[in-house]
């Protein structure tokens, strides 16, 4: 059974880089018919999509963080990771990561999310 | 704000049936898939293409698509089922993915 777990901080302070890290456990990131992708939302707030990533590396974003995020791909360690640059406090919010179905662009199967705080 | 609308709120009888719907340009041409998400908790795929349902996802959950809108029904709606229900697709570029802004479903 698959499974994605977010690790990384939960405070990062105003200017700087949030870093996370999702780990795969139950099967291979390695799969041509799924991409991996990063989901936020503040709190109180909607879902938004902050970009996805294939395993061989080709990557998509949000045009709204284009400029700031990097998602990137650790084939050998089963891991893909989100950098966020330039934070500010309207960056906080629950960051999940999930596998996506890319014949039906739906993310089917998600980690239980980390909560991260911008705040000096 | 997104460029799938959906109602911010809705609200069913215990055992009634309710629709849940998501517009969008972008959903004449790309298929919408629902997400529903409890307090605390991860979203989690109810469908998918419309109306495909992941099989652990009771039959009760069905989706259609006219236009440029997408439904999700309910059918006999349970307590359980009170959640916020997100929508999501491609943008009207098509180059990406996005999200509606989430519809609060309330089982009365």
């Known amino acids: 059974q698959l499974q994605l777990q977010e690790s990384g901080p939960g405070l990062v302070k105003p200017s700087e880089t949030l870093s996370l890290t999702c780990s795969v456990s139950?099967?291979?990131?390695?799969?041509?018919?799924?991409?991996w992708g990063w989901i936020r939302q503040p709190p109180g707030k909607g879902l938004e999509w902050t970009g996805t990533?294939?395993?061989?590396?080709?990557?998509y974003y949000n045009p709204s963080l284009k400029s700031r995020v990097t998602i990137s791909v650790d084939t050998s360690r089963n891991q893909f990771s989100l950098n966020l640059n330039s934070v500010t406090a309207t960056d906080t919010a629950v960051y999940y990561c999930?596998?996506?179905?890319?014949?039906?662009?739906?993310?089917?199967?998600w980690g239980q999310g980390t909560m991260v705080t911008v705040s000096s | 704000s997104s460029e799938l609308s959906q109602d911010p709120a809705v609200s069913v009888a215990l055992g009634q049936t309710v629709r849940i719907t998501c517009q969008g340009d972008?959903?004449?041409?790309?298929?919408g898939n629902w997400y529903q998400q409890k307090p605390g908790q991860a979203p989690v795929l109810v469908i998918y293409?419309?109306?495909n349902r992941p099989s652990e996802i009771p039959d009760r959950f069905s989706g259609s698509r006219s236009g440029d809108t997408s439904s999700l029904t309910i059918t006999g709606a349970q307590a359980e089922d009170e959640a916020d229900y997100y929508c999501?697709?491609?943008?009207?570029?098509?180059?990406?993915?996005?999200f509606g802004g989430g519809t609060k479903l309330t089982v009365l």
């Open positions: 139950g099967g291979s990131i390695s799969r041509s018919s799924f991409s």
């Open positions: 999930a596998r996506l179905l890319i014949a039906h662009d739906a993310f089917d199967i």
């Open positions: 972008s959903l004449r041409r790309y298929y």
């Open positions: 990533i294939y395993y061989r590396g080709s990557t």
């Open positions: 999501n697709s491609r943008d009207s570029s098509g180059q990406h993915l996005v």
């Open positions: 293409d419309e109306d």
